[in-house]
């Protein structure tokens, strides 16, 4: 089993950038596949980012691509969200999850673990 700590959450300004890190414990986090999702209030956890074993494949939300980043540093057991021009829409409780395969790496039934997540909040 492997254990996630997010870290990095605050509160920005629009356009602002954060990077979010999620710490692994226990297994080694080379052996997962990774992602982010985000809640926002009254809304269902959504994907965010995928990453690979390796991470020589990624993948985004539709909402995000081409302005947040997934990478990851299986030596430190860490995996990284950069989060650039961010905007009121991506206030959230951002969570870190692992999973053992890549089919369904873009839903949230797909996982096996979870953080307990890390609070964004963009103003504008």
């Known amino acids: 089993q492997v254990q996630l700590v997010e870290s990095g959450g605050g509160l920005v300004q629009a356009g602002d950038s954060l990077r979010l890190s999620c710490a692994a414990s226990g297994r080694a986090l080379s052996s997962y596949v990774s992602g982010w999702f985000r809640q926002a209030p009254g809304k269902e956890r959504e994907f965010v980012a995928g990453?690979?074993?390796?991470?020589?494949?990624?993948y985004y939300g539709d909402s995000v691509k081409g302005r947040f980043t997934i990478s990851r540093d299986n030596a430190k057991n860490t995996v990284y969200l950069q989060m650039n021009s961010l905007k009121p829409e991506d206030t959230a409780v951002y969570y870190c999850?692992?999973?053992?395969?890549?089919?369904?790496?873009?839903?949230?039934?797909?996982?096996?673990?979870w953080g307990l997540g890390t609070q964004v909040t963009v103003s504008s």
């Open positions: 990453i690979n074993w390796t991470g020589g494949a990624t």
């Open positions: 999850a692992a999973k053992s395969g890549l089919r369904g790496v873009t839903t949230v039934r797909g996982y096996d673990y």
